[in-house]
């Protein structure tokens, strides 16, 4: 089978396509026959043998994967289901989803929702898992629709469009944030009400806190952009923080939180409990207008991973990217 292989020799890591036996994949319950995988941050990370996300070698790269079982030895599932897995591991401990075939056990794997096709379950992957997750922790901090504005950061990227696309079909007023003022009317036109400029979210406030603006927040970038959101929250807003594409360190004051009792809310899409695993991808069946989800995905074979690998670290990918494993 065909697969992305990474190494590691002398702490240099080398990563490849290669032809390795189906034979070489670990001991599990579950073998999946792999249509596609996705394109995340993580991923670009992986690929292009940069260190935090690989943590044991050998690895085969991508954290998501949809496909078909072909052999099953749990009651749980049969051969010919259509299962998606994200996250829960792949990629970073566990052999991902840039392969023709991958081995898991049940407990990980979950069955597709009949509403959503294989390919359209990685035009998701991790990335909408995260914005949905994200979604429904500001509903569970009191997040309702027909209050004030709902930030999206990186609103271009793969997880700030999904999200973007969810919040406006639930009738939130959205506001996106981009570095890319050439996309204003891609997210118009999945649902944003208002653009604003990234730059304008990174000045440091002089007084620590300001107006009340924002009555949440699906923040994946982090750095600079997480502090300049949060004198600007709503007494008892929300931030829910997915990502630190803007760098994982911030400085800010503590009024946001003790003056109008706002919440950080961090999002961790890879250990996930399997009831609410399914919560979210019901949730995603329902709440994520799939003909949007088609508009803002394209397809790349397997070969061209590399190449998207580097776009996506360096800002230059719009939406989502479904790596094709078998083309």
Known sequence: MRAIFASQQDGKTSVSLQEISKDQLPAAEVLVHIAYSSLNYKDGLAITGKPGVIRKFPMIPGIDFAGTVEESSSSEFQPGDPVVLTGAGASETLWGGYAEYARWNAENLLKLPASISLKQSMAIGTAGFTAMQSVIALERHGLQPGGREVLVTGAAGGVGSVAVAILGKLGYKVAASTGRPELAEYLRGLGASEI??????????????????????????????????????????????????????????????????????????????????????????????????????????????????????????RGRVVIDVNS
């Open 196 to 317: 604003v400029d990234r730059a304008a979210l990174t000045v440091p406030s002089k007084a620590g806190l300001e107006k009340e603006r924002w009555g949440g927040v699906i923040d994946s970038v982090g750095g600079t952009t997480l502090a300049g959101i949060l004198p600007a929250m709503a007494n008892g807003a929300s931030v829910a923080s997915c990502g630190l594409a803007g760098g994982a360190a911030f400085s800010a004051t503590v009024l946001p939180f003790i003056l109008r009792g706002v919440n950080l809310l961090g999002i961790n899409s890879v250990r996930v409990a399997p009831t609410d695993r399914h919560e979210i991808w019901a949730r995603l069946s329902t709440d994520l207008p799939l003909a949007l989800l088609d508009s803002m995905t394209q397809v790349a074979p397997l070969g061209q991973v590399f190449d998207w690998g580097e776009k996506i670290l360096a800002g230059q990918v």
